[in-house]
């Protein structure tokens, strides 16, 4: 079992910037692919960004592209979100997930463990 914790959210002025936490407690996390995805009201969920472990790549949505940036320390077993110059439209609720899966996937559904979320919600 994989338990995860996201921090860091809050509400920002665009072109503000924000750097998210995911905290990972229960197994070696380095060998966890852990990805970022977020939920508008009334939207469904979409993939943001992610981290494989086995090749180390990251991947990013083409609406974050240039301004969001995912990082991990497996010594703290923390994945990070780097927001930079926000929108309006990045406003939602976001989630931390990770697969022992070696490859990141877009799809919601391939990831075994979920955070709770955090807030972020951007003003124009």
């Known amino acids: 079992q994989v338990q995860l914790v996201e921090s860091g959210g809050g509400l920002v002025q665009a072109g503000g910037s924000l750097r998210l936490s995911c905290a990972a407690s229960g197994r070696t996390f380095s060998r966890y692919t852990v990805a970022w995805f977020r939920q508008a009201p009334g939207k469904e969920r979409e993939f943001v960004s992610a981290?494989?472990?086995?090749?180390?790549?990251?991947y990013y949505a083409d609406s974050v592209k240039g301004r969001f940036t995912i990082s991990r320390d497996n010594a703290k077993n923390t994945v990070y979100l780097q927001m930079n110059n926000l929108k309006p439209e990045d406003t939602a609720l976001y989630y931390c997930?990770?697969?022992?899966?070696?490859?990141?996937?877009?799809?919601?559904?391939?990831?075994?463990?979920w955070g709770q979320g955090t807030e972020v919600t951007v003003s124009s």
């Open positions: 981290t494989s472990w086995n090749d180390g790549n990251t």
């Open positions: 997930a990770a697969t022992p899966r070696g490859s990141f996937n877009l799809k919601p559904t391939e990831y075994d463990y």
